[in-house]
């Protein structure tokens, strides 16, 4: 699989059992951690507001998923 070269990026290694290692830049990483101390933590920049639908079911995680699961809860 081909990764797409990301300037912030060093190096992606698979590392065995469903893990990914991605090494970041370190000027990146430090100007982030910079950032971080000087400004505190900062909610993410938000695009214009929108109405959404938050499906509340909740099956019995105790039994085995099925098709049953996937109906409207609402």
């Keep these: 699989m081909r ?3 990301w300037w912030i990026v060093v ?3 698979l590392a065995g059992a469903g893990f990914i290692n991605v090494h970041l830049q370190k000027d990146f990483v430090s100007r982030q951690i910079s950032e971080l101390l000087q400004k505190g933590v900062r ?3 938000s695009g214009p507001r929108r109405r959404v639908v938050i499906d509340m ?3 019995n995680i ?3 998923m099925h098709v049953g699961h996937l109906r409207y809860g609402g």
Aim: hydrophobic share 25%; proline share 20%.
């Design 3 to 5: 990764l797409v070269r």
């Design 11 to 13: 190096q992606v290694e």
């Design 43 to 45: 909610p993410p920049r």
């Design 57 to 59: 079911s909740s099956p």
């Design 62 to 64: 105790a039994k085995e």
